[in-house]
């Protein structure tokens, strides 16, 4: 499985962007870079995916390096409830479309 | 909209109990599948399927059973708990299994076996 490498964690202050960095130097073409997070007791939530080009939605931005070995989630003005364990996984389809979630970043946010 | 929903949230059984976690979406997903989670360790996949009828297994399968008779609903079961499935599961489900498709969560069972 193609593995991904995060900071432990990270620390950010209140509506300041944060740049949250992932590398994945063995990704393979059919691999989609994809962002969970996972508020605590609750279930992991979606934020974002891509393959090749960079993607924004209402939650985050996805930045993927043109080599496709790293990839970095940005959120644009950090709040209080951003403040979450963040991961990045690779994912592919068919026999290989299966989370395999690491340890993640924990994002710690400061009023 | 529901989403992915789970019942019950929280449950504690005794060694040798058996029961079954619900699990249920509305977004007519193709793909459902089930993963526990231990205390800081990440998500591993318990059982999945690829449709109504189609079950296979992930990674810790053992002592579990699953089955898939609707699109919608996904009951995982265990035969006769014993204390190493305490454990907080999840249930997620996506459209299909490709890698642009993500998968929804539910808010997970929390689940104590004394």
């Known amino acids: 499985d193609a593995k991904t490498t995060q900071p432990n964690s990270m620390e950010s202050n209140e509506e300041e962007p944060v740049h949250l960095p992932c590398n994945h130097s063995t990704i393979s073409g059919t691999d989609y870079i994809h962002w969970y997070r996972q508020l605590p007791s609750q279930g992991p939530e979606y934020v974002i995916h891509g393959l090749t080009s960079n993607v924004n939605n209402r939650m985050a931005s996805l930045a993927i390096a043109e080599d496709r070995k790293s990839s970095t989630l940005i959120l644009h003005r950090a709040t209080l409830r951003d403040a979450a364990v963040y991961y990045c996984i690779l994912l592919s389809g068919g026999s290989n479309y299966k989370l395999t979630f690491g340890k993640g970043t924990l994002l710690t946010v400061n009023p | 909209n529901a989403g992915v929903t789970q019942t019950p949230k929280f449950q504690v059984l005794k060694t040798g109990q058996s029961m079954t976690l619900q699990c249920a979406q509305d977004?007519?997903?193709?793909?459902m599948s089930w993963y526990r989670q231990d205390p800081g360790m990440g998500l591993r996949l318990i059982h999945y399927s690829v449709g109504a009828g189609i079950t296979d297994q992930g990674e810790v399968p053992n002592g579990y059973n699953v089955s898939r008779s609707t699109t919608e609903d996904f009951p995982l079961r265990l035969l006769s708990a014993a204390p190493s499935q305490t454990s907080v599961y999840f249930c997620?489900?996506?459209?299909?299994?490709?890698?642009?498709?993500?998968?929804?969560f539910g808010d997970g069972t929390r689940l104590s076996i004394l």
């Open positions: 997620a489900s996506s459209y299909s299994r490709t890698g642009g498709q993500p998968q929804h």
């Open positions: 977004m007519n997903h193709e793909y």
